[in-house]
Structures are given as structure tokens and as C-alpha cells.
Nanobody
Framework: QVQLVESGGGLVQPGGSLRLSCVAS????????MRWYRQVPGKERELVAT???????SYADSVKERFTISRDNAKNSLYLQMNSLKPEDTAVYYC??????????????WGQGTLVTVSS
């Protein structure tokens, strides 16, 4: 079994910063890619950023040069540094990962989400 747990969400003023974390645990052999998504109630879930095991981050145009995705492979952890936050960044942020388990099964796993609210 594999589980993802996000943390770091909260209330922040426009222009402020937050860092989200996601920790993967369980019978993990390796993690291929890790992603951050976000979703506002009533709207489609949006891919925010992706990073592969060797790096190569990519971002949605709406967050480029403001957000930075990173990972610590030794800790099976994913991070999203969010700077210059805007009200339109308000959403539930979800961690997503493609995992190979110790038994060789390939799984795509979702976290439970963490709420980010950007408001003055």
C-alpha cells in the first residue's frame, strides 16, 4: 500500500508565499513522476506542475516563474514553493505520484488535498 499526505496549506495574503509538502509512504520501490494539481469547487482539476525522478520540472503557464516544484528522492517527498500568490491561486492542492511498489506493481496515487486560500 502507498499513501500520499500533503501539508503546508493555509491562509495567505496576496503577494505572500507558501510551501506545500507531500510525503509518500508505504511499500515503495521507486517514484517515477510526481505532480501537483489544484481544483476549485465546480471547476476542472488543473495540472499545476510535474517533476520526474531526474528533474525536468514543467509548469502550467499560470504559475510559471512564481511556483517551483522540487523533490527529495531519498525521502520520497515532493514540494511546491509558491511565491507572489494571487487570489486566483486559491484552490485545494493535490499531490499525485506514479509509484512502483516493492512487489513491482505500478500505481498512480493521489493525496487527500490541502487547501490554499489567498485573500486580503
Amino acid at each position: 500500500q502507498v499513501q500520499l499526505v500533503e501539508s503546508g496549506g493555509g491562509l495567505v495574503q496576496p503577494g505572500g508565499s507558501l510551501r506545500l509538502s507531500c510525503v509518500a509512504s508505504g511499500s515503495i520501490y521507486s517514484i517515477n513522476f510526481m505532480r501537483w494539481y489544484r481544483q476549485v469547487p465546480g471547476k476542472e482539476r488543473e495540472l499545476v506542475a510535474t517533476i520526474f525522478s531526474g528533474g525536468s520540472p514543467s509548469y502550467a503557464d499560470s504559475v510559471k516563474e512564481r511556483f517551483t516544484i522540487s523533490r527529495d528522492n531519498a525521502k520520497n517527498s515532493l514540494y511546491l514553493q509558491m511565491n507572489s500568490l494571487k487570489p486566483e491561486d486559491t484552490a485545494v492542492y493535490y499531490c499525485n505520484a506514479a509509484v512502483t511498489t516493492d512487489l513491482g506493481r505500478y500505481l498512480v496515487v493521489w493525496g487527500q488535498g490541502t487547501l490554499v486560500t489567498v485573500s486580503s
